[in-house]
């Protein structure tokens, strides 16, 4: 079962991305979306379209996407609800809604029964339950989105850092780190920092503050921004 998680890049940018490491993205058996903001779902009907990849979204999520921006056709809708657990052949995918500010929005724990993956991101705050979900996984992908310090003096305009530190926005590099040092148990093999922002924080400023928190508990990766990131196995 080979899955994708999001589609917020063009169809070609992944398909050469998957390429790269040697996959096709016409291999795929799925695509799974979190929410409804562009730079996640703005590109899932041309996943359909160009790869006929079918694409399991919430049907909140489907719709506010539509009224935002184009999508187009989708020939290949397959609708969850935001908690329930998605069956694919195996691999079971588990779905927990966040605070973030979007109409649906979840993230996702992935089992094969062997091994769990959480993919975690756009959290808005650490709310309830979550501590509990990362201490299940065997390796985590996990938002640690700003530096306090960088946003604070950022060019954003105050409207938008409080958005942005607020309940609904995003967690920083030192809550991220916390959430790993207080919840991640022996299990964890790995913990991969994503959704980096661009001007808010850096890889070096993430990775630092991580280090410096949880030590060497576990290895910890960087998602680059604009490239492919290496290979991880768990």
Sequence with gaps: MQLLVDAGISGSKAEERLARHGHSIRDVDALLITHDHRDHAGCMGIFNRKFGLPVHVTEKTLE??????????????????????????????????????????????????????????????????????????????????????????????????????????????????????????????WACLTHLSEHNNSPQQALETHQHVLAKRFPIYVAPRHETSEMLEI
């Design 64 to 189: 506010t996407a539509r009224s935002h921006y184009r999508v187009g056709t989708i020939h290949d809708v397959r609708q969850y609800r935001t908690g329930e657990t998605i069956q694919l052949d195996g691999l079971v995918v588990e779905t927990f809604p966040t605070p973030h500010d979007c109409a649906d929005g979840v993230v996702f724990v992935l089992d094969d029964g062997a091994h769990r993956l959480g993919i975690l991101t756009d959290l808005g705050h650490l709310f309830d339950g979550l501590a509990e979900i990362v201490a299940s996984l065997d390796a985590v992908l996990l938002e640690s989105n700003y530096d306090p310090g960088m946003l604070s003096r950022s060019f954003y305009p105050e409207w938008l850092k409080q958005r942005i530190r607020g309940p609904q926005g995003h967690i920083s590099n030192h809550e991220a780190a916390q959430l790993l040092q207080d919840a991640a148990s022996p299990r964890l093999q």
